[in-house]
């Protein structure tokens, strides 16, 4: 019996990828706006550590909104 000398033939190890860079890390400077939401009675509104505030909102949902806006489009 002969044998052979059969060998895998090479394969490519899978590169690991990196995983996306969250807001905020050292390859993404901070955003510069921090916002949140205050209540006042019955409204809402959204207010920004640079001084910036949104119309007073009865929907939270709608001061999130405008404060997401701001956020990206200061």
Do not use: K, Q, Y
């Not at 019955?42 to 910036?52: I, K, P």
Request: include cysteine.
């Amino acid at each position: 019996m002969c044998e052979s000398d059969v060998s895998d033939p090479p394969t490519a190890s899978p590169t690991p990828s990196a995983p996306p860079a969250a807001p905020g890390s050292a390859g993404t400077p901070p955003s510069p706006h921090a916002t949140s939401t205050t209540e006042r009675g019955s409204f809402c509104l959204a207010r920004c550590v640079c001084g910036w505030s949104g119309p007073a909102r009865r929907s939270r949902d709608l001061a999130r909104t405008d404060a997401a806006a701001h956020a990206l489009n200061p």
